[in-house]
């Protein structure tokens, strides 16, 4: 199988949303259930259907994050080398030479990716158009809109 780039952040944020499943949720649907067994005929129970529904919700869950922690690769841009090149996990600050608008990106694994968060996928044609480049470097971009270009003006391992 192949490795998910992930994260230090994304990994953490996994692993506690795990435990929340594991160690609150399923104990409480479990509980839920069993005080709908209580209330008698299962074919007539609202509370016990929700609960069993609420349970094959959280077990799918749990699966979810435990194959995808499973194929995480965990990459710690802090402890990386800075060369001013574009690589998985860095910030990096783009400057649009049109408008000279500045934005600023981490790039992150997909399951982390949250635009409005400023953390943009490693698959997102923009993250995939930056990786290699250097600081200083001009970027054109193929944007829904048109394409855009853009100048690399940094790149931090934050």
């Known amino acids: ?17 795990l435990e929340q499943l594991k160690g609150v949720e399923r104990p409480r649907v479990i509980s839920d259930i069993a005080v709908a067994r ?4 299962l074919k007539e ?14 077990e799918g869950r749990i699966q979810e994050i435990e194959g995808k922690l499973s194929l995480a690769q965990v990459i710690d841009v802090t402890k990386v080398t800075k060369s001013g090149k574009v690589i998985f996990g860095v910030t990096v600050e783009l400057l649009n030479l049109e408008t000279d608008e500045e934005v600023r990106y981490r790039i992150v694994g ?7 968060a400023g953390k943009i996928s490693i698959t997102s044609p923009i993250a995939r158009a930056l990786i290699g480049k250097q600081e200083g470097d001009v970027v054109n971009v193929r944007t829904p ?3 855009v270009e853009y100048e690399i003006s940094g790149v931090e391992h934050i």
């Open 45 to 58: 129970n609202a509370e016990y259907h929700a609960a069993r529904e609420q349970q094959g919700f959280i």
């Open 110 to 116: 997909e399951d982390e990716a949250d635009i409005k």
């Open 1 to 17: 199988m192949n490795k998910v780039p992930m994260t230090v952040h994304g990994e953490q944020a996994l692993r506690q949303e």
């Open 145 to 147: 809109g048109g394409d």
């Open 38 to 41: 209580e209330h008698g005929d």
